[in-house]
């Protein structure tokens, strides 16, 4: 008999229960939804829940759900199944996470997010995903609330939490919503359960930096774009980058709609069309987002600048069948619309960068000279004159004073940005004749890259090295050059060469000898054994060098021949 009333009693109580909810419970349930997250194989990866916290589809869950996965379904109250479009917002710590759906209506029904954290002993209730029309909800009261991030809370809660409630929205009395449930950590899981504030939740961002967000990398699912267009062009660099080719389309793509009237989102997007261009068709659209931008673009001169520089990186590609009318003219004609507009000097250099790929050199040195009257003169704008003038076979003393120009814009000790540079030079002074200058630079060149150096680093300053009469130099040069690249007998034959300047005739044979055992048939080698031996009055074995060089091939020994051996 006791048992039978104490059914009753319990069963009147959960009538009560259900009669005393308030009104908006039944339709605020219609936010809740289920989650499931799928692999990169598309199987399951996790189930969970979340809600909706705008009617446009953005909705808060734990992060933990979405950890690894690479695509995600909601589903509603309905049983409609939504995909999640973009992930906008994560935090690992307190796993949470939030994301905007690709909603299958113009609205869906959302919560309030609550604007006052709710008092120690309020009570609260919980709202489980179903789908079912009822009022049930899971009572409970605020035991604890522990600020955390300055102004948002960590809330311990009076209430018994199942695992299939976490993430499910905690209101308040009034029907808003204040917390995600969270699954209990302690021993007292009977009674005890945790919250995590929803503003907190809501926080959470996309911003610029945000590919170097390790919780947001852990997620596969797109990233949304920051909330202005500046920091979104930022984050548009950074996935760059960092995304497969295709994936970044989608980023430019909702680049686009976002912010419809922003030319770099159409030159960018025709930039990685361009990069995945196959054929006619796709370059039909490379052109349309070129002339997309030209359109909304607040500066016309930028968006032809750009336009020219596009053009003529097509060309430097060198396309097996140019598209259309994109050749090195059009890309000038693009460019000279730019300086009409403002004669920047950026645009100017442009038009140096491509009267040089048409070889024009006399009028790609005149962009280039302004350019260096400028304030956009740089290490770069002086090495582009110089080899301009080199291409147009100036005196070596004019190549050399632009390298000296460019040289000057960097400070010593040289870093490795002035290596190249560095390089450049010593060769413009080899042409000048100024090889002891140009061991120094050979030599600032070694120490700007820290000794990181290959074989014809030494071979070209053992060149240095041997015009400046250095002799001990080259030889050891050449034998680190050898030690590098043992197969390249160009070494060793130009060590026999020093070795015969300075009178080191059976080193030189040494050297051949082993160059020989490499390839028996090189036929240089014989010549020089030839020489070598001339010198060390050994005619006759010089003349049967002589010949074996002939026999194989070797021009250069005629001569020889008709000196030493007749």
């Known amino acids: 008999m006791k048992k039978i009333l104490l059914t009753l009693t319990l069963c009147l109580l959960a009538q009560w229960g259900v009669a005393q909810a308030p009104k908006w419970v039944e339709k605020a349930k219609r936010a809740v939804f289920s989650v499931v997250t799928y692999d990169r194989e598309d199987k399951i990866l996790n189930t969970g829940n979340g809600f909706f916290v705008t009617e446009d589809g953005i909705a808060l869950s734990d992060y933990s759900l979405f950890k690894g996965a690479q695509r995600a379904v909601v589903i509603n109250s309905e049983g409609v199944q939504m995909p999640v479009e973009a992930v906008m917002g994560a935090d690992d710590m307190y796993d949470v996470v939030k994301f905007r759906v690709g909603i299958s209506g113009k609205k869906v029904p959302a919560l309030t997010l609550a604007t006052a954290s709710p008092a120690v002993n309020t009570e609260v209730c919980l709202l489980p995903y179903s789908t079912q029309k009822d009022r049930s909800y899971t009572a409970g009261k605020v035991k604890e609330a522990a600020k955390i991030a300055e102004k948002y809370f960590y809330y311990t809660l009076d209430m018994h939490l199942k695992d299939k409630m976490v993430s499910c929205p905690v209101m308040t009395a009034d029907g808003q919503v204040f917390g995600l449930a969270q699954k209990s950590s302690g021993q007292d899981t009977a009674t005890v359960c945790y919250a995590i504030d929803a503003n907190f939740a809501m926080a959470q961002n996309i911003s610029a930096l945000s590919y170097g967000d390790m919780a947001l990398k852990g997620i596969g699912i797109k990233k949304a774009l920051p909330d202005t267009e500046e920091q979104a062009l930022v984050f548009l660099y950074m996935a760059s980058s960092q995304l497969a080719p295709e994936k970044y389309m989608e980023v430019l793509n909702d680049f686009i709609s976002l912010y419809p009237n922003s030319a770099d989102g159409y030159l960018r997007r025709a930039s990685q069309q361009l990069y995945l261009s196959v054929d006619e068709a796709s370059m039909d659209k490379v052109a349309a987002d070129m002339d997309k931008a030209l359109e909304v673009a607040q500066k016309k001169d930028d968006a032809y600048f750009n336009r020219a520089k596009m053009i003529y990186n097509y060309q430097l590609g060198k396309p097996e069948k140019v598209y259309k009318d994109w050749t090195l003219d059009k890309a000038l004609e693009e460019i000279r619309k730019a300086i009409a507009i403002e004669e920047l000097p950026v645009y100017v250099q442009q038009e140096g960068d491509i009267l040089f790929a048409k070889q024009d050199y006399p009028a790609a040195y005149a962009s280039y000279d302004k ?112 030690e590098l690249n043992p197969k390249d007998l160009t070494y060793r034959a130009e060590l026999a060469v020093v070795n015969i ?60 021949i008709e000196k030493h051996c007749k």
Request: proline letters at 2%; glycine letters at 2%; charged letters at 25%.
């Open 371 to 482: 350019v260096n009257k400028s304030n956009l003169a740089s290490a770069a704008t002086f090495f582009s004159a110089a080899k301009t003038k080199e291409m147009m076979q100036a005196p070596a003393e004019e190549v050399l004073a632009l390298m000296d120009s460019c040289m000057v814009r960097f400070t010593e000790p040289y870093t490795e940005a002035a290596a190249p540079y560095l390089l450049e030079r010593a060769q413009a002074r080899m042409n000048a004749g100024q090889a002891r200058s140009a061991m120094l630079d050979y030599d600032a060149y070694f120490k700007a890259v820290n000794g990181n150096v290959n074989d014809l680093f030494y071979y070209y300053r053992e060149q240095a090295a041997l015009k400046a009469k250095q002799y001990q130099r080259a030889l050891d040069d050449l034998a680190k050059a050898i």
């Open 501 to 560: 300047r300075v009178g080191r005739n059976e080193d030189a044979l040494n050297v051949l000898k082993a160059a020989l055992e490499v390839d028996p048939k090189y036929a240089e080698a014989y010549r020089l054994m030839g020489i070598a031996q001339i010198q060390m009055k050994q005619k006759s074995e010089a003349c049967a060098s002589f010949a074996k060089a002939k026999e194989l091939g070797d021009t250069n020994v005629d001569a020889l």
